[in-house]
């Protein structure tokens, strides 16, 4: 019986445990789109605004030439973490920040790469005149590691809702279904074994149990009794009916009103 037990368990408990991963991985990764595309395009958009306003602030400062104003306006852009380079060319002069090892925004001269990140560029005008221009570049690294925590996130969750459901199940079945299996198993094989008298094994069973397991026994004998009872008394009848057929002195004649013969069914009738 175990043999078939714990297969019909584990089949239980795998289904659910499937059924629930795949509804959570489903939700999980809608969600994980969803995040993943606002992300980008609040990222677009703190770019767009970054850019329209450093042209602003870069009017002034580049139509007086003001080269130590124009590296104060460039720094400030350093508050905004996903900022990670920006170039102006202005007066015939090139201005670049890039972030270094320690995320600073700091002064460059050398050429740095650009593959993966956002831009954007613009023209800095003053009254209505081109002046400059330059281009502002976002990281996505950011963006990157909060997807990774949410990816790590929905996967310990799914595991944990798994572990806990796995746990639940194994808990109820084995209260609800295997342990009242086992004792009505244990029984059954104790009372096959038994003549007559309690068996042993409500001697391992709890009080409820041993008490619901014996009452259960002594119905299915009373009501195996009734049957019995019942069988002897369709047998006796049979007999008792037949012998009436087979030593009657007399002819019985059976007939039916739909068909014009007749047959005798007494023990003169049938013998030669």
């Not at 124009?70 to 990670?84: K, M, T």
């Not at 209260?175 to 198993?185: G, R, S």
């Not at 002195?249 to 013998?271: E, H, L, Q, Y």
């Amino acid at each position: 019986m175990n043999v078939r037990r714990n297969p019909v368990a584990a089949v239980v408990v795998t289904a659910l445990a499937s059924v629930v991963t795949v509804l959570m991985a489903a939700v999980g990764a809608a969600n994980y789109a969803s995040y993943r595309a606002n992300g980008w395009g609040a990222l677009r958009r703190d770019l767009i605004t970054e850019a329209d306003q450093l042209a602003v602030g870069l009017a002034l400062p580049v139509w007086n030439i003001d080269r130590a104003e124009i590296d104060r306006v460039l720094a400030a852009e350093e508050a905004d973490r996903s900022v990670f380079a920006v170039r102006l060319e202005a007066a015939a002069k090139s201005h670049a920040r890039v972030r270094d090892g320690a995320w600073r925004l700091v002064a460059t001269t050398s050429p740095f790469p650009t593959e993966g990140l956002l831009e954007e560029e613009r023209d800095v005008t003053f009254s209505g005149e081109k002046v400059g221009s330059f281009k502002i570049y976002a990281t996505p690294r950011f963006l990157h590691d909060d997807l990774r925590r949410i990816f790590r996130t929905i996967v310990a969750s799914i595991a944990a809702v798994d572990v806990l459901l796995v746990l639940f199940l194994y808990l109820l079945l084995r209260l609800a279904v295997l342990k009242p299996l086992t004792d009505i198993e244990r029984f059954a094989t104790a009372v096959s074994s038994d003549e007559g008298g309690p068996p042993a094994a409500t001697i391992s069973l709890s009080k409820g149990a041993a008490r619901e397991l014996t009452s259960l026994r002594s119905s299915i004998e009373a009501m195996v009794g009734l049957l019995e009872r019942r069988y002897e008394a369709a047998l006796a009848s049979e007999r008792e009916y037949r012998d009436i057929i087979d030593f009657s002195p007399i002819g019985i004649v059976r007939a039916r009103p739909d068909a014009p013969k007749c047959s005798t069914t007494t023990a003169d009738a049938r013998r030669p």
